[in-house]
């Protein structure tokens, strides 16, 4: 089991109609560009498959925004909380299919990377990746999305990451993003909070009040989906134990994501993500940790499936695979 600890290097209502030149209050942008790939679907996702959402008129675009229930809301909520200045990037989304082509993944990042420079002065990024997309030349488009984004503004602009609680988390996004957060809940009834919390992150970067480091540890194994209901053991006592580690003033997040086992890919699988104010000892210990819990579980995340012969001659095996797709929330598109 590795952990790869990570250094980061960083120095409401919502906005206003007019953007000064120089505002008083640190202007942060919204971006995400999300999708849940299935590699063994051979539909691919297309670039007519993405929904925009509105960003015109432009004085009115994060009133529109802030109505949703998803971490988009929660980083509004959140900003308004917390004195932050807000401005509208490119907000996408395709409903789970095959993997993405490159031709609309490299529209999508351009189109995102384009309207942040034409934005005035931003002091960061709250970026809302699914956290699961394959394209057709990256295995982890979100990776290489954040990588492209790191490249165009520099190692000290902040870029928090707000991923799905079935996202396959790699090394790499790790490494360029400054701090990165998943859905703690599956049913994911708490995007909305999530996205505040990015939010708080966010404002204590910008205001000089800590310095995120991460780390990030993944067990050798798959969660099956079957077993990813956060409710109940085994995974309620590890996102509790999530939610106790946040409650030290030196952990800013603690992140359980139990990966999506349809993306055939290196990161797949689940990970523990933890980021803390400038303590990496801390991170990596505390990331492994949690991972460690994790990997006992795994005598008790077995699939018990029937034979196919027993199960074809009396009809059981059928009615109990469809049972189990039913649960595993599969998409073929």
């Known amino acids: 089991m590795r952990t790869l600890v990570v250094f980061m290097l ?3 209502l919502f906005f206003a109609p007019a953007l000064s030149a120089e505002s008083a209050r640190p202007r942060i942008a919204i971006g995400g560009i999300s999708h849940e790939s299935n590699s063994f679907n051979p539909s691919k996702t297309k670039l007519a498959d993405f929904r925009r959402r509105n960003t015109e008129p432009f004085d009115q675009v994060l009133l529109e925004w802030a109505k949703s229930n998803d971490e988009v809301s929660g980083y509004i909520e959140g900003a308004g909380r917390l004195g932050l200045e807000l401005y509208p990037g490119l907000v996408a989304a395709a409903d789970p ?3 993405v082509t490159d031709e609309a993944f490299n529209t999508l990042v351009e189109e995102l990377i384009r309207r942040l420079r034409s934005a005035p002065r931003l ?10 997309m394959v394209v057709e030349s990256y295995p982890h488009g979100d990776a290489e999305m954040v990588r492209r984004l790191r490249q165009v503004f520099g190692p000290a602009f902040p870029i928090v990451v707000t991923h799905d609680f079935h996202a396959n988390i790699s090394p790499e996004i790790v490494k360029d993003s400054t701090a990165l957060i998943t859905y703690k809940e599956n049913p994911h009834i708490d995007t909305k909070e999530r996205g505040m919390q990015a939010a708080r992150i966010m404002a204590e970067i910008v205001s000089g009040k800590v310095k995120p480091v991460q780390a990030i540890a993944k067990p050798p194994m798959m969660y099956n989906i079957v077993f990813q209901y956060t409710q109940v053991a085994p995974l309620r006592p ?3 134990e999530s939610r106790l580690l946040e409650k030290n003033p030196k952990i800013l997040a603690v992140s359980v994501s139990g990966g999506y086992q349809y993306a055939d890919v290196p990161a797949m699988g689940p990970s523990v993500v933890v980021v803390t104010d400038n303590d990496p000892v801390l991170a990596a210990r505390e990331a492994q940790r949690v991972a460690d819990m994790l990997w006992a579980t795994r005598d008790k995340i077995v699939l018990n499936l029937p034979d196919a012969a027993p199960g074809s001659a009396n009809g059981h095996g059928r009615q109990h695979w469809w049972r189990l797709v039913g ?3 599969l998409h073929f598109g």
Not at 123 to 132: F, M, R, S, Y
């Open 238 to 240: 590890i996102v509790d």
């Open 97 to 99: 299919k095959g993997p």
């Open 123 to 132: 002091d960061g990024l709250l970026l809302a990746n699914h956290g699961a």
């Open 10 to 12: 960083t120095p409401f």
């Open 327 to 329: 649960r595993q929330h």
